[in-house]
């Protein structure tokens, strides 16, 4: 195509077609991610979410995969938004926007609705303003930026109260560090989440048939060598029906490291039966391994199917809705 034999106006007009082509593919590329989504598809190529299977699979930017899982999500609450963004009306980056922020100020259906209408032939500053007037805060986005080869910058948006909690932190601790800085303040924080909460080290009281139990890590020699054989004990009935123990669990998570076993990731990671429970899987720790719960749900889909799983799905999101 010799584009320099074209007359302006047929210039234009091929332009415009063009763009108007570009909106109709965009609108069928978020409809196929929607169903790779639904289908939790990513999961079978490693892949440990839409955006990483985008990115790394797709060959998207970090944004522009962001901007088109955002706009999928915003189209798949409120679908006539489709028509909007093939027409031009509304910016994929606008509907990407609008999705993040409704997320943030937990906005009704109602209230999304009139947000898209204030963001429809707005540029993306405009529709920045807009969302500005509604909440500041929820605009502004957290933020990592690497500073040199050991240092990041961290950036985020927070309420006072958090500023307040976390000087008064400061000053009980300065008799300990007198010079704590704030990255070291949350630093001292994160470790002590990791191993608080961290379930490869998690003592938790276990429940058994026989009663409940609790683990004697602190305990006496005898206690503890007691503690210990009540301990195989409780793992073992708790295997043959299926249950995982609290030992079997800790096992799990340290063999595992705490990753999901397919697709490596660190989050929303669980303990799955990978022949499940159902089907007479038991407990042991052959039988067990981390998943993360994406990978979790793809598993049961291919087991369940994707019927049955919706139906779970929509259960469980309505138990967690109604609490
Ligand atoms: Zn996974």
């Not at 790779?36 to 990115?55: K, Q």
């Not at 189209?75 to 994929?92: F, H, N, R, T, Y």
């Not at 958090?162 to 994160?190: C, D, M, N, Q, Y």
């Not at 793992?235 to 096992?251: F, K, L, M, P, V």
């Amino acid at each position: 195509m010799n584009l320099k034999s074209l007359s302006d106006q047929a210039l234009l007009a091929a332009t415009a077609k063009l763009a108007h082509e570009e909106r109709e593919l965009l609108i069928a590329v978020l409809a196929h991610l929607r169903e790779i989504e639904r289908r939790r598809l990513f999961c079978d190529l490693g892949f440990s979410s839409l955006h990483a299977y985008a990115v790394k699979h797709l060959k998207y930017s970090d944004d522009q995969a962001a901007r088109r899982i955002n706009a999928m999500r915003l189209i798949k609450d409120l679908p006539d938004v489709a028509e909007k963004v093939q027409s031009g009306k509304l910016s994929l980056s606008n509907a990407s926007s609008a999705q993040t922020f409704s997320k943030r100020t937990a906005m009704s259906p109602e209230k999304k609705r009139e947000l898209v209408k204030k963001l429809e032939d707005k540029s993306t500053r405009e529709a920045e303003r807009e969302m500005a007037a509604i909440s500041p805060q929820a605009v502004r986005k957290d933020s990592v930026r690497s500073v040199s080869e050991k240092t990041v910058e961290i950036r985020f948006s927070a309420p006072r109260e958090l500023e307040a909690k976390l000087s008064h932190l400061r000053g009980i601790l300065a008799h300990k560090f007198p010079h704590l800085t704030l990255a070291e303040l949350v630093e001292k924080l994160a470790d002590l989440g990791l191993s608080e909460w961290n379930p490869a080290k998690t003592v938790r009281p276990i429940k058994t048939r026989a009663g409940l139990l609790h683990s004697t890590e602190g305990a006496s020699n005898q206690e503890a060598t007691e503690g210990a054989s009540t301990r195989k004990v409780a793992a073992e009935t708790a295997a043959q029906t299926g249950t995982i123990s609290n030992s079997t669990r800790r096992e799990v998570w340290r063999r595992d490291r705490g990753e999901c076993v397919n697709c490596g990731s660190q989050h929303a990671v669980e303990v799955d039966h990978c022949l499940p429970r159902s089907h007479g899987g038991a407990g042991t720790i052959e039988n067990l391994r981390l998943l993360c719960r994406k990978c979790n749900q793809r598993a049961a889909i291919k087991i369940l199917g994707l019927k049955k799983m919706e139906q779970h799905l929509q259960a469980q999101h309505q138990r967690t809705c109604s609490k």
